[in-house]
Nanobody, 124 residues
Framework: QVQLVESGGGSVQAGDSLRLSCAVSGGTLRSYAMGWFRQAPGKEREFVAAVSWSGSSTNFVDSVKGRFTLSLDHAKNTGNLQMNSLKPEDTAVYYC?????????????????WGQGTQVTVSS
């Protein structure tokens, strides 16, 4: 059974940076597309970024383009979301998700496995 565990959330000031990590167990990261989603209070879960299983394709929501980047550490079986120039509107619970042999999909329903989420709070 594949399990995902996020880490790296916290409370920061606007303009600061955070790096979220998603550790994969029970499976090999190389076989999975990894997506990141977020959910703010009272709002639906929304797509943030994704990378295909091969690493050849990435996808970002417009609001984070130029600020967020993705990386994969296959040696550690971990995916990372680097978030720079954070804004208060980035405040949410962030979830990583995995999709076997998937592409860089922005559709929640494409992802079979989900982490428990990590809180990111950005104050102005």
């Amino acid at each position: 059974q594949v399990q995902l565990v996020e880490s790296g959330g916290g409370s920061v000031q606007a303009g600061d940076s955070l790096r979220l990590s998603c550790a994969v167990s029970g499976g090999t990261l190389r076989s999975y597309a990894m997506g990141w989603f977020r959910q703010a209070p009272g709002k639906e879960r929304e797509f943030v970024a994704a990378v295909s299983w091969s690493g050849s394709s990435t996808n970002f929501v417009d609001s984070v383009k130029g600020r967020f980047t993705l990386s994969l550490d296959h040696a550690k079986n971990t995916g990372n979301l680097q978030m720079n120039s954070l804004k208060p509107e980035d405040t949410a619970v962030y979830y990583c998700a995995a999709h076997l042999w998937g592409g860089s999909s922005d559709q929640l329903t494409q992802y079979q496995y989900w982490g428990q989420g990590t809180q990111v709070t950005v104050s102005s």
